[in-house]
């Protein structure tokens, strides 16, 4: 009955992560996949050798309640920072449950090699470790089984304090980058080392000082990997995090035998991986110039001139441009987010398309501070699923579209990302609105983007700036676009 209840949380899972692949049925995805997870856990606390049933209970119910708590306040702009979070959970766990097997080794090479007596060993009492079958007779793990728990261990340790920093760069604690002179080499001297002890441990040598560094070298690499990240790339690293988290769980479930586990932390794995890659892909970067690239810090001078000014325009003026509009395009970015303006975008939308007006959203893969953010929001708006468009597919509708109004997008626009090769952002997949006939920025000033490169589009021609918070600026379209029907 159990392997019964792991097989069809495994197929609530991988049918739930289908399902989330579309905005329609992403919903009911998340709750087919949260009852694959509530299955699995029931199951697992049927298991006749389960031992402390009620403080598993008991954690579950904290964890619970805290989570159903934290998930109904968090704003939708700090939606990413939760993720961050919670999948920095995931990987302590794992790093908790490898960290427990050890310990439970580490009681059985010290018995073994006289440096204890049986059932006095101090850290670790004998009814906490699974690996004692009596005092005398010890059943230690298999060497395969030994080495995927200190894989996990540390692939969790790193996703966990990581996705920490993580969390803290998006909540605005850190500032966007911490470098200093020799930081690759010294990051690469802690990895090295956590990977030699992790190989002692691996092959048989378990003690609680080998441990202890193991851990602390893992987490501090977590730590130093994140710290150098620039914000414009934590979309990717909170989704190559996630594929870590995923590892962990999946080598750690082997450890325990549980299918389950094993099960859900492939699914997640995998998919953060191809997740991770698709969102490297649209920025034309490798995984690896991400981690060890220099994206997201203060650019240089470009090389390639940006002719002209910067041009206002008023809300009236914009309001009656779309209003008389054939095709209207809504750009949405990060800076949307932040104002929480998307209701007011979302009724400018609607005055439009009362109006004749032909409206579409323009998704960008990497806008925002994770992926799916924009679209996330517009749900939230209520914003038919038919009206958003993702970038491939709207870029080539750019020329023939009237206008195209950008609100809180900067580095997901720039045209030097096509034309100027010295830019830290060349190569990378944008949306073409500067083709677009006429162009209306709502920008709260003249500051760069997060990437900190000065944007050409805001210079061109056909380009107009109407500078003002978000919300403030779609609340004065709405006013506006409403006093041309009275």
């Not at 090295?192 to 190989?199: C, R």
């Amino acid at each position: 009955m159990i392997d019964a209840c792991y097989f069809l949380a495994a197929m609530l899972f991988i049918l739930g992560l289908k399902r989330m692949s579309s905005p329609r049925t992403a919903r009911g995805g998340i709750v087919w996949a949260g009852f694959g997870m509530l299955l699995a856990v029931i199951a697992t606390l049927l298991l006749p050798d389960m031992a402390h049933r009620g403080l598993i209970i008991a954690a579950v119910l904290i964890g619970v309640s805290a989570a159903w708590w934290s998930g109904r306040r968090v704003a939708m702009t700090a939606m990413p920072q939760m993720v961050a979070l919670y999948n920095g959970m995931g990987g302590g766990a794992a790093a908790a449950i490898g960290a427990s097997e050890l310990m439970g080794h580490a009681s059985d090479f010290a018995v073994l090699n006289g440096v204890v007596a049986p059932n006095t060993f101090p850290l670790m009492p004998e009814s906490w470790s699974p690996l004692h079958a009596a005092a005398t007779a010890l059943a230690p793990l298999s060497p395969v089984a030994l080495a995927l728990g200190v894989l996990g261990a540390l692939i969790g340790s790193v996703s966990f304090s990581g996705s920490l920093i993580a969390f803290a760069k998006l909540q605005g604690w850190l500032d966007r980058r911490f470098v200093f002179p020799g930081q690759r080499v010294v990051n690469l001297l802690v990895l090295a080392a956590a990977v030699v002890i992790g190989v002692m441990l691996a092959t048989g040598h378990v003690t609680v000082a080998l441990i202890g560094a193991f851990f602390v070298l893992a987490l501090l690499f977590g730590v130093l990997m994140t710290l150098p990240i620039g914000g414009a790339d934590m979309p990717v690293v909170i989704s190559l995090y996630n594929a870590f988290t995923g590892l962990a769980v999946a080598f750690e479930g082997y450890v325990l035998h549980n299918e389950a586990m094993i099960i859900a932390g492939m699914v997640v794995g995998a998919a953060g991986t191809l997740l991770t890659q698709l969102m490297a892909k649209a920025m034309n970067r490798s995984i690896g110039n991400v981690l060890f690239g220099s994206f997201g810090a203060a650019a240089g001078a470009s090389a390639q001139e940006i002719g002209g000014s910067q041009k206002p325009i008023e809300a009236a003026d914009a309001a009656v441009m779309m209003a008389y509009a054939e095709r209207v395009v809504i750009v949405p970015g990060y800076g949307m987010a932040v104002a929480q303006a998307q209701h007011k975008v979302w009724e400018f939308a609607q005055l439009l398309l009362a109006r004749g007006v032909k409206v579409k959203f323009a998704i960008h893969p990497v806008a925002g501070r994770m992926p799916g953010h924009m679209n996330v929001l517009l749900a939230e708006a209520g914003v038919p699923y038919d009206l958003i468009v993702d970038m491939e597919d709207i870029n080539p509708e750019f020329p023939a579209t009237d206008v195209a109004l950008v609100i809180g997008a900067n580095d997901v626009v720039n045209p030097l990302a096509k034309t100027d090769p010295s830019s830290p952002i060349y190569g990378m997949p944008i949306l073409d609105v500067v083709d677009a006939r006429q162009v209306i920025v709502v920008k709260r000033g003249k500051g760069t983007g997060f990437a900190g490169i000065e944007n050409a589009l805001f210079y061109a021609d056909n380009a107009r700036m109407l500078y003002g918070d978000g919300q403030a600026a779609a609340g004065q379209l709405v006013s506006e676009l409403k006093t041309l029907d009275v």
